[in-house]
């Protein structure tokens, strides 16, 4: 599972001297369907690419989205659904 952002990450570190250059995300385009809020606002969207990778995403943070292949977040779903986060709660 990814953990991305839309902002390019061009960076560069430097440490004893030497200069690291960090990648820069490429910007994915996304077709997002309708938010799904619960009680207190809390919005989370649900998206898919041109390549068929799926994407969970928060309103609050945009460009903020958690990726992977639709059958990965199906399972993940599936799993919150059976309770297996309940414990978060």
Same mark, same amino acid.
């Given at each position: ?19 690291? +250059? ?21 919005c ?6 041109d ?6 995403? +928060? ?7 958690? +990726?992977?292949?639709?059958e ?18």
């Amino acid at each position: 599972m990814n953990v991305t952002t839309d902002t390019p990450l061009a960076a560069t570190a430097t440490g004893a001297g030497i200069a690291a +250059s960090v990648p820069v995300a490429a910007t994915v385009d996304i077709d997002w369907n309708e938010a799904f809020c619960s009680e207190g606002a809390n919005c989370f969207r649900f998206g898919l690419d041109d390549s068929g990778r799926a994407y969970i995403g +928060s309103t609050l943070a945009p460009g903020e989205y958690v +990726s992977d292949s639709v059958e990965a977040l199906r399972a993940l779903i599936s799993a919150v659904k059976a309770g297996a986060a309940d414990h978060l709660l």
